[in-house]
T-cell receptor, first 115, second 114 residues
Framework: AQKVTQAQTEISVVEKEDVTLDCVYE???????LFWYKQPPSGELVFLIR??????QNEISGRYSWNFQKSTSSFNFTITASQVVDSAVYFC????????????FGEGTQLTVNP | SAVISQKPSRDICQRGTSLTIQCQVD?????MFWYRQQPGQSLTLIATANQGSEATYESGFVIDKFPISRPNLTFSTLTVSNMSPEDSSIYLCSVGGTGAYEQYFGPGTRLTVT
């Protein structure tokens, strides 16, 4: 069985602060994929990144960066110099390495960036 | 990524009635998924819908309550039947496909049952 844990239910920061959202996963599959999604107040889920289990390289996209560590089963997400527009619920998700497999979501972290 | 639309975007319904939610994709996709997101909660998969076959339901969800149609590769419907206030949720469809491990989501349908 797969499981994703996002221990931080809510995080509140002041604009321009850096913030890290934690994600820990459990799976017995050797091939799997990890994702981060953003859900702004409008409700739509926005795909941010995909990472497969064989690629532990960290990734940076603008102010966003992701740290994938198989040794600790973690896939953390850092926002540098946060902005008010970053306020949203962020979900970490996991799927096995078969196309079209179901996504297992974490409980989500509500990030509030205050001006 | 595919462009996905859902209708209606929101609705307020009376208990005991049914609502059909439509999901339209701008390209042909093999698999479509329906999720429920109860207030303040994470997403829970209701069922997987492949064109030309019966939908596969997750534990806790049954066809009589959530019948699904998938008439072609760009369209699907989810019906929420005999609604109760506990069905108040956001319902989202998503698409995946061969070689695509991520899923892309529609804007969701916000349902309130009174």
């Amino acid at each position: 069985a797969q499981k994703v844990t996002q221990a931080q239910t809510e995080i509140s920061v002041v604009e321009k602060e850096d913030v890290t959202l934690d994600c820990v996963y459990e799976t017995r599959d050797t091939t799997y994929y990890l994702f981060w999604y953003k859900q702004p107040p409008s409700g739509e889920l926005v795909f941010l990144i995909r990472r497969n289990s064989f690629d532990e390289q960290n990734e940076i996209s603008g102010r966003y960066s992701w740290n994938f560590q198989k040794s600790t089963s973690s896939f953390n997400f850092t926002i540098t110099a946060s902005q008010v527009v970053d306020s949203a619920v962020y979900f970490c998700a996991l799927t096995k390495g078969t196309s079209g497999s179901r996504l297992t979501f974490g409980e989500g972290t509500q990030l509030t960036v205050n001006p | 990524s595919a462009v996905i639309s859902q209708k209606p975007s929101r609705d307020i319904c009376q208990r005991g009635t049914s609502l059909t939610i439509q999901c339209q994709v701008d390209s042909q996709v093999t698999m479509m998924f329906w999720y429920r997101q109860q207030p303040g909660q994470s997403l829970t998969l209701i069922a997987t819908a492949n064109q030309g076959s019966e939908a596969t339901y997750e534990s806790g969800f049954v066809i009589d309550k959530f019948p699904i149609s998938r008439p072609n590769l760009t369209f699907s419907t989810l019906t929420v039947s005999n609604m109760s206030p506990e069905d108040s949720s956001i319902y989202l469809c998503s698409v995946g496909g061969t070689g695509a491990y991520e899923q892309y989501f529609g804007p969701g349908t916000r349902l309130t049952v009174t």
